[in-house]
């Protein structure tokens, strides 16, 4: 059974993970040279620290106290350990990276919507984890026009 500090810890890492993933999308736009690959990438990075002022809201108190049912185990934390990004990495496996970083946060962020007991903080949360979804999407689509060329 998690008690509410648990998931002030957990939010905290969560917005390490917020962080991460804006210097990994900042410092992979600077890289690249197609301008729609720099756009999407920098829009991520955007999104991501967006992401994060949302959680130091509710980390902070200023949006609201927490509202989440103490007695369920979210099992989110298999999800923190986790190879650090390399910026030299290549495009395809910067890709995959990325895409499984969204599918992480698409899914703690779905299981704080599922566990929270306020309707505005579920709602939040279950925003939070449809823009995961769509970022994972969109690198998802890039991912398979980049692998797969030759279907075309």
Do not use: C
């Not at 648990?6 to 890492?13: A, G, N, P, V």
């Not at 917020?18 to 990438?41: P, W």
């Not at 920098?42 to 980390?59: C, D, N, P, S, V």
């Not at 703690?108 to 449809?130: H, I, N």
């Amino acid at each position: 059974m998690l008690k509410l500090e648990s998931y002030r810890e957990i939010l905290s890492q969560a917005i390490d993970k917020e962080v991460e993933a804006y210097v990994f999308y900042e410092s992979v736009q600077e890289k690249v040279k197609d301008a729609n690959l720099k756009a999407l990438f920098r829009e991520l990075a955007e999104e991501e620290k967006q992401h994060r002022k949302i959680l130091e809201g509710y980390l902070s108190g200023k949006t609201g106290e927490l509202h989440f049912d103490e007695s369920k185990d979210y099992k989110v934390s298999s999800t923190f350990e986790r190879p650090q990004p390399t910026t030299d990495m290549k495009p395809l496996d910067g890709l995959k990276y990325a895409i499984k970083r969204e599918e992480d946060a698409m899914e703690m962020y779905g299981q704080f919507a599922e566990l929270s007991t306020d309707p505005a903080q579920k709602q939040v949360f279950t925003e939070l984890a449809k823009m995961e979804r769509g970022h994972k999407a969109r690198l998802e689509d890039l991912y398979t026009e980049m692998a797969f060329v030759e279907a075309w």
